[in-house]
């Protein structure tokens, strides 16, 4: 990770903010990579009715990239409808090997990093589940994902195991932010799209509260 993205996660998770490669005509396949450890509420009788209905999660959100035009640096630009925040370099870009183009790069195109921090016009929230296509892949391994806490600790690492536009599920409890990165050897680079989560909603464990950089 290079001290300009180290930088701008720090800057996220702080609440302060918010390649070269030509496109490979091959097609990819779909497949699943799933985080450690599961997490699971089970069997519990509620106590107070009321209160877990209030705590009853949202609809699912999805970020296609497509809202806004190719070329824009999305930075806070998802905050108010989406509730993440990406850092400064991140871009939404053309990419002729993935089928639902247009997705995000990081900088330079399809070669950088690309952080996100969960966080909307109320405040940070957590999730325990997102998942993100992440491609195309030409090599195994390549590409790694890495969620924090909001304590800026690291909570799990997903390589992706496989090549082709690869569909990434992380599942962890209260993630609150995460970044992309080049963990291996991907010389034409590697873009994400369909960034997908569940929100909690009025769940105050689920609070990530003041953010503390893990840098």
Avoid at 7 to 15: Q, R
Avoid at 34 to 43: H, I, Q, T
Avoid at 100 to 124: C, E, K, M, W, Y
Wanted: hydrophobic share 40%.
């Amino acid at each position: 990770m290079t001290a300009a993205v180290a930088a701008s996660i720090a800057l996220v998770l702080a609440g302060v903010l918010p390649a070269s490669a030509a496109d490979e005509a091959e097609s990819g396949s779909t497949s699943n990579v799933v985080g450690d450890p599961e997490y699971n509420v089970l069997g519990e009788t509620p106590t107070q009715p009321d209160a877990r209905a209030r705590m009853s999660v949202a609809t699912p959100t999805r970020i296609t990239f497509s809202e806004n035009p190719v070329g824009t640096y999305v930075q806070s630009l998802y905050v108010a409808t989406h509730g993440v925040q990406f850092g400064p370099t991140a871009f939404i870009a053309t990419d002729g090997a993935n089928p639902t183009s247009p997705v995000l790069s990081g900088s330079p195109r399809f070669q950088g990093d690309i952080t996100g921090t969960f966080v909307n016009a109320d405040g940070p929230f957590t999730v325990d589940h997102f998942s993100v296509d992440i491609g195309y892949l030409d090599a195994a391994n390549a590409v790694s994902i890495r969620a924090f806490d909001s304590r800026g600790l690291e909570l799990v690492t997903v390589p992706v195991s496989l090549t082709g536009i690869v569909t990434v599920n992380v599942t962890h409890p209260n993630i609150a932010a995460f970044l992309v990165f080049t963990s291996g050897s991907e010389p034409a680079g590697w873009a994400i799209d369909n960034l997908t989560f569940t929100a909690p909603s009025g769940d105050p464990s689920n609070d990530a509260g003041a953010y503390v950089a893990p840098w």
